[in-house]
C-alpha cells in the first residue's frame, strides 16, 4: 500500500473529527458531574467572586447544560459550526474568569470536571483552557473552510 502526501480535503476532515469527538467528550464529561450535585457548582461559581447570587444562580444552571448540548452536538455532529461557536465562546469565557482568579491569588478549586472541583486552580487549568480554546477554534476553521460554497439560485 503507498501512502501519498495529505492534501488539505483529506487532513481536514480527519483532524476535524478527532477534535470534534475529544471536545465533544470532554464537554459531556464536564457537565454531569455539575448537573448532578448543582449546589456544589453554585458553591465553585460563588468561590470565583465575579458574579453576584442572582447572576450565579442563572450560571451554575445554565452553563452545565450548555455545556452537555456543546458535547452532543459535537459527538452527534449536530450542528457542528455552532457548537464549535459555542465551544470557542465558553472556552474565552475560562480562561478570563480562571487568568481573574489566579490575578485575583484566589486559592479556590477549578470546578472544571467535577461539582465542587478536586484541586486548587493553576497555570495548568489555564493552559488546558487555552488548549481547548486553540482546537475549538482549529476545529471550527477547519469545519467552515470545508463547507462547500452555496450558490444563491
Known sequence: MKFDRLTKQQLFP???LVVRL??????????????RQPYDFLSSVYNY?????????LVAMTLPFAELLVGICLVGGIFVSGALL?????????????????YRGLAISCGCFSASGAGAI???TLIRACVILLFSMAAYISVVTLQPLKLKQ
Open 14 to 16: 480527519g483532524f476535524s
Open 22 to 35: 475529544g471536545l465533544g467528550c470532554l464537554f459531556l464529561w464536564s457537565s454531569l458531574p455539575k448537573i
Open 49 to 57: 467572586e465575579l458574579v453576584g447570587p442572582r447572576l450565579g444562580v
Open 86 to 102: 459555542v465551544s470557542i465562546a465558553m472556552a474565552a469565557m475560562f480562561i478570563f474568569v480562571i487568568a481573574s482568579a489566579l
Open 122 to 124: 493553576g497555570y495548568s
